[in-house]
C-alpha cells in the first residue's frame, strides 16, 4: 500500500476514533439523566433504541449516497447533524426533547461518521487481501475511541454536568469534517472491472443465502452491543459496584477490543471468516450466560469485561470483509448499510427491551437469559454461510 493509501486510512480511523467512539459510551450519561429529567431507565434506553433504529433505517440511503457521490461529502453532512443533536442533547427538558435530540437527529447524523462510509472509502482503494486487516484496524479505533473518551465524559459530568459534557462532545463532532476531507480519492476502485447498476447489486445480494444470513446475524450483535454498552454501568451500579468503576468497566471492554477488532481482522485475511463468526457468537452466548451464575464482584466483572472486550466489535470487520469479500466494493456502503440495519434494528431493541424489564422487573436477568439466546442462534446462522467470491468478481480478477 502506497503512503496515500496509508493516509486515507489514518484520516478514518481519526473519524471513527471519534464519531463512532462517541455513540459507544452514552450509556455513561445514563443514570445522571434520568435522575435530573425523573425518568426510568425504561425511557433512557427507549432514546437510545430511537437512535439505533433511525441510524439503521437511514444507512443504506446514506451508504447509497456515498456510493455514487462520494463517502466525504455524506460524513461531512452527518457530521453537522450529529454535533446540532448532541447541543441540543444538552439543553433537553424532557424525555420527548431526548428523543428528538439525541435520538433522532444523531441517529440520522450518525450515518455519516462512523463506521460504514469511512470502511466504503476505504474498502474502495485497498487490496482485496488487506480488507480484514484493514476494516479491523478501523473497527479497533471505535473501540478505542470509546474507551478514551469515557473517563474524559465521566470527569465533565462529575466536574461540572451531564448538559456541559453533551455540549463539549459536540465541539469535538464539529472539528471531523476537517479529518474527513483527508479520505477523499479519484483514483480507479480497487476491483475495478464492469460496472453494476443498483438493480442488479440488490438482485444479487438477495439472490444470495449468505448475504441473508449475515444480515439476520447481525442483528444479534446490535442486540448484545447495544444492550451492554446502554446498560452495563446501570447493572453494575444496582449490583452494588460504585459509579466510577461502573462506567471503567464499560472503558475496559472497549479497550479490550482494540485488540480483539485487531487480532480478529487480522485472522480474517488467513482463516474463514464465517468460521469465526460462529467461534465470536458462540463465545458471547457462554459469557452471558455465566454472568447470570456467578456473584457480581469486581473481579468477576474485570473478567467478563476483558473476555467480552476481545469479542465486542470483533464480529463488525468480519462480517463487513465478507461482504466486500463476496460482492465486491462497488456498491459496498450500499450492501454493508442494509446488514448494518439489522444491527441497528438489534440495538433498538437491545436498548430499550433491556430497560423495559428492569423497570418491570426489578432485574436485567431476563435479558442475559434472552441476549444468551440469541447468541446460540446468531453462530448458528453464520455455520452454513457460502463465502466464496461471486464469478463474477472470479472472471474479473481472471
Not at 108 to 123: C, E, K, N, S, W
Not at 279 to 287: D, E, G, P, S
Not at 310 to 320: A, E, G, M, N
Not at 328 to 355: D, E, K, P, R
Amino acid at each position: 500500500m502506497t503512503g496515500r493509501l496509508w493516509f486515507m486510512v489514518a484520516c478514518g480511523v481519526v473519524v471513527v476514533l471519534i464519531g463512532g467512539g462517541l455513540r459507544q459510551i452514552f450509556g455513561v450519561f445514563q443514570v445522571e439523566v434520568t435522575q435530573e429529567l425523573d425518568i426510568g431507565f425504561g425511557p433512557f434506553g427507549l432514546v437510545i433504541g430511537i437512535q439505533a433504529l433511525i441510524l439503521g433505517i437511514a444507512q443504506p440511503a446514506s451508504g447509497l449516497l456515498a456510493d455514487k457521490f462520494g463517502s466525504v461529502r455524506v460524513i461531512i453532512a452527518g457530521a453537522l447533524i450529529y454535533a446540532l443533536g448532541l447541543w441540543w442533547a444538552g439543553q433537553s427538558t424532557s424525555a420527548w426533547e431526548l428523543a428528538v435530540s439525541l435520538g433522532l437527529i444523531v441517529g440520522i447524523g450518525l450515518t455519516g461518521p462512523t463506521q460504514v462510509l469511512v470502511l466504503g472509502a476505504v474498502g474502495k482503494v485497498i487490496p482485496d487481501n488487506r480488507h480484514s486487516f484493514i476494516f479491523g484496524t478501523i473497527i479497533a479505533s471505535t473501540s478505542l475511541g470509546g474507551a478514551l473518551l469515557i473517563p474524559v465524559v465521566f470527569q465533565v459530568i462529575q466536574s461540572f454536568d451531564w448538559r456541559t459534557a453533551f455540549s463539549v462532545a459536540a465541539l469535538v463532532i464539529v472539528v471531523l469534517p476537517l479529518v474527513a476531507l483527508g479520505l477523499y480519492n479519484k483514483g480507479p476502485a480497487a476491483d475495478g472491472g464492469p460496472r453494476q447498476s443498483i438493480r442488479d447489486a440488490m438482485t444479487e445480494a438477495r439472490s444470495h443465502s449468505g448475504f441473508i444470513l449475515l444480515t439476520l446475524g447481525f442483528f444479534v450483535c446490535g442486540f448484545h452491543v447495544t444492550f451492554i454498552g446502554t446498560h452495563l454501568p446501570a447493572f453494575l451500579t444496582d449490583s452494588g459496584l460504585s459509579p466510577e468503576f461502573s462506567a471503567d468497566a464499560l472503558a475496559m471492554v472497549l479497550f479490550c477490543n482494540v485488540i480483539g477488532a485487531f487480532l480478529f481482522g487480522t485472522l480474517g485475511d488467513r482463516f474463514s471468516k464465517k468460521n469465526l463468526l460462529t467461534l465470536l457468537y458462540a463465545a458471547r452466548a457462554a459469557l452471558m450466560i455465566a454472568m447470570l451464575m456467578v456473584p457480581i464482584s469486581e473481579t468477576t466483572t474485570i473478567i467478563f469485561c476483558v473476555a467480552m472486550g476481545f469479542l465486542w466489535l470483533s464480529t463488525v470487520p468480519l462480517t463487513s470483509g465478507l461482504v466486500a469479500q463476496i460482492f465486491g466494493t462497488q456498491y459496498f456502503s450500499m450492501l454493508f448499510g442494509i446488514v448494518f440495519m439489522s444491527h441497528q434494528i438489534g440495538g433498538f431493541l437491545g436498548a430499550w427491551l433491556a430497560g423495559y424489564i428492569f423497570d418491570t422487573t426489578g432485574s436485567y436477568d431476563l435479558m442475559w437469559i434472552a441476549a444468551a439466546a440469541l447468541g446460540v442462534v446468531s453462530a448458528l446462522l453464520h455455520w452454513p454461510i457460502q463465502e466464496q467470491p461471486l464469478e463474477r468478481l472470479s472472471a474479473q480478477a481472471s
